[in-house]
């Protein structure tokens, strides 16, 4: 099993950046894909950005796209993302999660997930 600690998040004005982390640990070898979703109130979870494992390749949803990055530190086993110039709109909470055999958007596709952590961006 793979186990995923996330920090990162809080309040913060619209225009302003915040960096998410989310720490995996256990059976790491059998990560292929870290991914971002975030889900807001009354509405479903949805794809923000994900990134292969071991080869860097990134993808990002367009309402993000621009904005925000998504990174990875294979020596600490940790994935980042970098929001800025963030919107009201961005307000969720956002988990991260792992797949392990397929790379697409597609929650189901991801078997592990972190914790969640609110993000609130006022107008």
């Known amino acids: 099993q793979v186990q995923l600690v996330q920090s990162g998040g809080g309040l913060v004005q619209a225009g302003d950046s915040l960096r998410l982390s989310c720490a995996a640990s256990?059976?790491?070898?059998?990560?292929?894909?870290m991914g971002w979703f975030r889900q807001a109130p009354g509405k479903e979870r949805e794809f923000v950005a994900r990134?292969?494992?071991?080869?860097?390749?990134?993808y990002y949803a367009d309402s993000v796209k621009g904005r925000f990055t998504i990174s990875r530190d294979r020596a600490k086993n940790t994935v980042y993302l970098q929001m800025n110039s963030l919107k009201p709109e961005d307000t969720a909470v956002y988990y991260c999660?792992?797949?392990?055999?397929?790379?697409?958007?597609?929650?189901?596709?991801?078997?592990?997930w972190g914790q969640g952590t609110q993000v609130t961006v006022s107008s």
């Open positions: 990134i292969r494992w071991i080869y860097g390749f990134t």
């Open positions: 256990g059976r790491t070898d059998v990560i292929y894909v």
């Open positions: 999660a792992t797949a392990t055999d397929n790379d697409n958007a597609y929650p189901s596709s991801f078997g592990y």
